[in-house]
């Protein structure tokens, strides 16, 4: 049917036809709410009422001065400082399983695998691990530790920590074999020459491996960055923010969802995005600059 | 000398890779012992201890039938092949004419297919609740297919960057026959794409299958309930009878696992190469 008709006319209606649906897609369940949320951060829309009125910069106000709001950003820094630890044990182990290494494959398979299962999985089985007389506690009792045991998830002093810790048991995988795969593709020429000019294994690190996943490595941190200040499921599932291991997320679903404050979450929502996209930006422009 | 030093590295090598294996493994081993064991048996030996019966699966039926995990399955594996298959079509034919025509509006297009990579969407979702809400769409299976096809792009990027990579000259030969652009995309182009397909298959169906937030807050129906909400439920009425928790979390890990196991190659490139945006 299509055949009969010219190449300028099919190519009008294959541009059209199909890019509909994808952009249609793409502008109501990407941009619209993107929309709306600035425009439901100026009011106190309760998110159910037929009206709503326009407040200015009220909602804005309450999260930079209302402690409530505002300490749950010091939480995000615990999941920051452990996506930088998550980042160098991933590169520690992709480094050493380029090389020669007996059982490559099993290890492989071990420590990507956690990176596959299902958040509340994970949820749940950390929720075992740190339990009272749990997983952890054992452990350290049975190498002489248990004098140091603590409520992993009991005590705010320690409780995002160890919720960091769980958050990078989750997710080390994904970098290690991202980072694995950029290794490998370093061509073997490369280490032959440096062999020959006496390299070892942290000079052939130091000057070839980093030299050649640099980028990666910054790509992997800006998510691994935007992911730390957007972490969600594991906390959630595990306390669900109580004992101080409420994060930014947690906070603006309980203030949307539980206490229908929509303007105002939608407010902490736009705060939140502000910064993922400048700290992105940030890294883009350092990452150009480079090149 | 040399020698010895040689050996202290490889012995620190090696120290190191399993301790990072014992890390992985332990969390998960302990509760697949505790998934075996009776509650009695729980209450009174360490997480350490192997189960005394291998074979007890009385935990393993508890949680399948009371969790009703097969529904969870059910709705999972729906949704999955749904959001997956129409991620491909939509992915596919997008990047199609963003990569093979130069027209107005290509450049803005690709900008605003660039620029939403950007905006994580669980920042957004106050807002996007309403719009479903607009749509009568809460607590249908629609809600969360038509987000996996709407914000996440991902497919659209691997895709054309794997176009790049198909000579035009294939399209052109074609059109010498006669064949019209319709026919040279689903005949030509989409088979050529089948490896940038298999990316596209493991990199969303391991983010759909994992995901949490999404049918949490958009299908809070018991019959609506996937597999990671399913699980979720075993929290409040198990709370002191973690065997069957425990074996609940294995019922999810289990056809992962599998997964894993028969496709470890495709998996490992599929992350490999979907993370090169």
């Known amino acids: 049917m299509l055949n009969n008709l010219s190449y300028k006319t099919q190519r009008k209606i294959i541009i059209f036809a199909f890019s509909l649906i994808p952009v249609a897609l793409l502008f109501t369940f990407a941009y619209l709410p993107v929309f709306n949320m600035f425009k439901y951060s100026f009011t106190d829309w309760n998110g159910y009422s037929k009206s709503y009125d326009y407040v200015g910069f009220e909602n804005y106000k309450t999260i930079f001065t209302d402690s409530k709001y505002f300490t749950v950003f010091k939480v995000s820094l615990y999941y920051f400082i452990g996506s930088f630890a998550q980042m160098a044990v991933a590169l520690y182990f992709a480094t050493v399983l380029s090389s020669n290494v007996r059982f490559k494959n099993f290890f492989k398979g071990v420590l990507f695998f956690p990176y596959l299962l299902n958040g509340v999985a994970i949820g749940f089985i950390f929720l075992f691990f740190f339990r009272p007389d749990g997983t952890l506690d054992t452990l350290m009792q049975s190498v002489g530790l248990g004098a140091y045991t603590q409520g992993w998830l009991l005590n705010p002093a320690i409780i995002n920590i160890s919720l960091a810790g769980a958050s990078l048991w989750r997710y080390m995988g994904f970098n290690f074999i991202i980072f694995l795969g950029a290794i490998s593709s370093i061509g073997k020429d490369v280490y032959e020459a440096a062999a020959i000019d006496g390299a070892n294994r942290w000079h052939q690190f130091r000057h070839i491996i980093l030299p050649s996943i640099k980028s990666i490595v910054q790509l992997n941190l800006i998510l691994a960055i935007s992911g730390a200040i957007s972490a969600f499921d594991i906390p959630y599932i595990m306390t669900g923010g109580s004992n101080g291991s409420n994060t930014f997320v947690i906070q603006t679903v309980t203030t949307a969802f539980k206490y229908n404050k929509l303007g105002l979450a939608s407010a902490m929502a736009v705060v939140l995005l502000f910064i993922v996209i400048i700290v992105t930006l940030l890294q883009r422009l350092f990452i150009k600059e480079e090149k | ?277």
């Open chain 2, 1 to 277: 000398m040399y020698k010895l030093k040689y050996g202290t590295a490889a012995v620190f090598k090696y120290a190191t890779l399993l301790l990072g294996a014992f890390a992985a493994l332990v969390p998960i081993a302990v509760v697949f012992f505790a998934s075996f064991k009776t509650n009695k048996e729980y209450g009174t030996s360490s997480p350490l201890t192997l189960p005394d019966n291998w074979l007890n699966f009385a935990n393993y039926s508890k949680a399948f039938v009371n969790g009703n995990m097969l529904l969870g399955f059910g709705n999972t594996i729906f949704i999955v092949v749904v959001s997956i298959v129409g991620a491909t079509i939509i992915g596919a034919m997008i990047a199609f004419v963003l990569n093979r025509f130069r027209f107005r509006g290509r450049q803005l297009m690709m900008g605003a297919f660039l620029l939403a990579t950007l905006i994580p969407s669980v920042t957004t979702q106050v807002a996007t609740f309403r719009i479903i809400d607009f749509f009568h769409l809460v607590d249908t299976r629609f809600a969360p297919i038509l987000l996996y096809l709407g914000t996440d792009i991902i497919a659209v990027y691997i895709f054309m960057q794997f176009l790049d990579s198909i000579s035009d000259s294939l399209d052109e030969s074609a059109m010498l026959d006669g064949a019209s652009y319709f026919t040279i995309f689903w005949r030509i182009i989409l088979p050529l794409l089948a490896p940038a397909i298999v990316t596209v298959v493991i990199v969303k169906g391991v983010n759909i299958y994992n995901d949490f937030y999404t049918p949490f807050l958009y299908m809070p129906s018991e019959d609506l309930q996937v597999l990671s909400t399913a699980l979720f439920k075993f929290k409040g009425p198990y709370g002191s009878q973690w065997e069957v928790i425990c074996a609940g979390i294995m019922i999810t890990i289990i056809p992962i696992l599998l997964i894993f196991l028969s496709l470890q190659k495709y998996i490992y490139n599929g992350f490999a190469q979907g993370s090169v945006k």
